[in-house]
């Protein structure tokens, strides 16, 4: 990517020779590719929510689709955000909901189950996927009970605060005497 | 030469960069001897401030020792000399900075159509701080190119160790402007959000300018412990009211000056709704910043009171008081720091003896740790304040 980028810089600025190693785990480009799928099955569902009930057979539910879309895509801009954590959980929970909604139109009536069911392996599959990058990329943030150092002893004033104080009062008086 | 680069979200390298060139006679290139991690630069790490691009270099903080001049510096600086370097570039000859207003320097902003369409009007040339800001390389490298440099750089005598005079070049005066904002009264109470490093700073800079009553307000114990050690009295807004033991420290009041030193990212938590929302938006960028520190402070500040502001805000923020702002007739005070403007004084202080910014660090590392030490500061890991690099 930078070599893109360095095309615009400044003739003399520093450019990359040798990159080094990137802070990026495997988890973070995982929980990537996962929001950018959550945007583009969103926005599939979103705009062509007529062709997924086809699909499925399950027609007349074009609305619930379409909400779905909208879930997607926010879940998906989450798992792009800083805090990709809870948009990975977001999903976990969509994943949830999809079945759920897919379950409910696996009827023997339905002449696309089999799609139903292929679709429903899928979304296991990505269901995996989806826990499997939450559980890795929570924030590595100490907890709340966490033995912490405190710095009681760092005033920053060698000749001790209330000099400081006391050198503050000084130039306040001083200053109100010229007044 | 090595450099701390940006490459994207969260992904900062140590990589090997060419070296800098003098570009033009008025630059000097140091040798950075020891460089620092400011919270600002989380907002970029974050990506959350518009204009960076992969293999920019990071960095505001930073000293050294001048290698190689220009020949227009003009005998301001000579090979061998030892310098902070300001994170505002200034020219020194524009009406702004003629006026002291150094951080809108009219000249520096190489990219100054950008900060115009952005911001309506250009502000100076900050080093490692996006291409809003001129684009330029940061000072964590171990050479940094510093333009302007006959009126960009603070020159520091030897003897005094880089650790009390780093932070000449950003948080102790950025955190003495906004003490200074606040025209500090004897009478005073002053708030400060925020112990991170500028807090602690602001704190400081409040007890020497004579503040009556400090009190900081934070959540996390290493931070509060540090503040209190600066002559602070301390709220943590996780286990009590912000609001009511404010009150009940000015005999309901409030206090008479209000210091953010949060920013654009403040803290996220279920007991603050609105915070909740802000993260939301955010999120889904229809928001840039989080500005629940801005909106308790209005709410909270003594009528007639100031409002000072030196935490980073990058574009919108959304449903600020300006009712109460307005009704209560409260003054508002913030920019990017002035920083040639205190930078005498400041020095004057640490060469007596009466302040040293160094009781701030708690992490010295090699600048090839600098990556993970964006995460564990940004993480809070290990009781961390502030980090300084030496390349």
Redesign the interface.
Known sequence: ??H???I?????????????????RPE?QLARALGWFSIGLGVVEFFAPRRVTETLGMEGHETLVRAFGVREI?AG??SL???KNA?LWARVGGDGLDAAALLSGLTADNPKKGNIALALLMVGGIAMLDYRAAQDTK????PRDAR????????????G?ES??T???Q??AHAAGRT | MKALVWHGKEDIRCDTVTDPEIQDPRDAIIKVTSCAICGSDLHLFHNYIPGMLPGDIMGHETMGEVVEVGSGVDGKLKKGDRIVVPFTIICGECDQCKRGNFSVCETTNRKRHLAEKVFGHSCAGLFGYTHLTGGYPGGQAEYLRVPFADATHIKVPAGIPDEQLLFLSDIFPTGWQAAVQCDIEPTDTVAIWGCGPVGQMAIRSAILLGANQVIAIDCLPERLSMAEAGGATTINFESESVLERLKELTDGRGPEKCIDCVGMESHVMASLPDTLLDRAKQMMMVESDRPHVLREMIYVCRPGGIISVPGVYSGFSDMLPMGAFMNKGLTMRTGQTHVNRWTDDLLRRIEEGEIDPSFVITHTVPLSQGPEMYQVFRDKRDSCVKVVLRP
């Open positions: 990517m930078f893109f980028s360095n615009v810089r400044t003739k003399g600025d520093p450019k990359i020779v040798a990159g080094g190693p990137s802070l990026k973070d926010m801009i989450m955000s800083v805090d948009g924030p590595r943030r100490p912490r150092k405190l710095y009681p002893n760092r005033s920053g004033f060698p000749k605060i400081a104080r050198a503050a009062k130039i306040a």
